[in-house]
């Protein structure tokens, strides 16, 4: 094999492909990324055995063939090369990088060894506008689980009605959100995993460009600007939000999104690597009091707010409110409360195509 090729665009197609090496395992194969030339392109291609990413560049191709190169050591190597040309060829010690007037070689494996990768399209598709997806992601991914107690809430549930329905939940808070599709085949839901959904988004640069995705065998394939995802679903049941959010409430508190933010993080501050991390709301009169307290002093502070209903005093984990608050886009938002005991939602106050649920904590002093 031997190929010329821009150096920044290799080490960026190094670099993108090498997220989807396996991290800890007994195969080195899989911690390598294989390098095809063929025609006038080399193909990258990654895969930790669930998730894959594969990335095409071009290149002057003297000599086809392909090679396995452990991915992060190559990811690190071209990283620290000028923007060049470069030449890489094989050779009996392994891939031999050609740049200025200097040599390095990188010890390879065999392509033969590298797991096979399917990467037909699947039967059935949905095709959506690369920013509605990617602010769907946005305003989800963050409230999946991180553990593996229930492996399927690392996931994010996405429901194909007249608009996709994404929910993602890890036990102590939800996030809802929804957009627009232009097609799709048929009406049906998947579990794509968070991880999947992080690098999907980073594909996506051009907003008003349509997007397809395809699912198929409990996998999911979708390509974008020269880098094709295809990544295993999660398959079984996932906790139904008709279950999880409630139907009305006792309070309704509406009041300026990003002044509430600021006192939330000033208040957060205090209580940075508490177990809890907790935060109080005291709602009542014509604002929003917030107080936090820890060794290390107290916050307490008002902002005007405009209430419905009843007085109520809430605490919860700071975090969680801020992540909320900071997904939400427009400058006021809504928080409906039923008791100091039962989940709370935010939204905006006009567009409600997202929606936040977070439960309180109940040992707040």
């Given at each position: 094999m031997k190929?010329?090729?821009?150096?920044?665009?290799?080490?960026?197609?190094v670099t993108k492909?090498?997220?989807?090496?396996a991290i800890r395992t007994t195969a080195p194969i899989m911690e390598c990324v294989k390098l095809s030339a063929k025609s006038d392109e080399v193909i990258l291609l990654a895969t930790d055995g669930e998730f894959s990413i594969r990335k095409v560049i071009k290149a002057e191709v003297f000599e086809e063939g392909e090679v396995c190169v452990a991915g992060k050591l190559l990811a690190d190597f071209l990283g620290k090369l000028s923007d060049e040309e470069i030449t890489?060829?094989?050779?009996?010690?392994g891939m031999e990088i050609c740049y200025r007037d200097a040599s390095s070689v990188l010890q390879t494996l065999p392509a033969s060894e590298f797991p096979e990768i399917a990467l037909e399209t699947g039967e059935n598709y949905f095709v959506m506008k690369q920013g509605a997806l990617k602010k769907v992601i946005a305003e989800t991914v963050f409230c999946c689980a991180q553990d593996d107690s229930r492996p399927i809430l690392k996931g994010c549930l996405f429901e194909f009605k007249d608009k996709l329905e994404a929910t993602a939940l890890d036990g102590y808070r939800l996030?809802?959100?929804?957009?627009?599709?232009?097609?799709?085949?048929?009406?049906?839901?998947?579990?794509?995993?968070?991880r999947t959904l992080t690098e999907l988004a980073r594909m996506l640069t051009a907003d008003d460009e349509d997007i397809t995705v395809y699912t198929q065998g409990?996998?999911?394939?979708?390509t974008a600007d020269g880098t094709t995802i295809v990544s295993r679903l999660y398959q079984g049941e996932f906790v139904r939000k008709e279950n999880v959010v409630p139907a009305s409430f006792l309070t309704e508190v509406t009041l300026p999104r990003l002044d509430l933010i600021s006192s939330v993080e000033r208040a957060a501050i205090?209580?940075?690597?508490?177990?809890?991390?907790l935060v109080t709301l005291e709602v009542g009169g014509?604002?929003?009091?917030?107080?936090?307290a820890s060794d290390a002093g107290n916050v307490f502070e008002s902002v005007g707010a405009?209430?419905?209903?009843?007085?109520?005093?809430i605490s919860m984990n700071a975090k969680y409110l801020l992540d909320a608050l900071r997904a939400l886009g427009e400058e006021e938002c809504v928080l409906s409360f039923n008791s100091a005991i039962s989940p709370f939602i935010l939204q905006n106050k006009e567009k409600k195509d997202s929606l936040y649920l977070i439960l309180p904590v109940r040992n707040a002093q």
């Open positions: 190929f010329v090729c821009d150096g920044l665009s290799l080490s960026e197609a492909t090498s997220k989807a090496c890489v060829k094989t050779e009996e010690r996030a809802l959100s929804s957009q627009e599709l232009i097609a799709g085949n048929e009406e049906r839901s998947i579990i794509c995993p968070a409990g996998n999911l394939l979708v205090l209580i940075r690597g508490d177990k809890n991390n014509e604002s929003v009091k917030i107080r936090s405009n209430i419905l209903g009843k007085d109520i005093t």
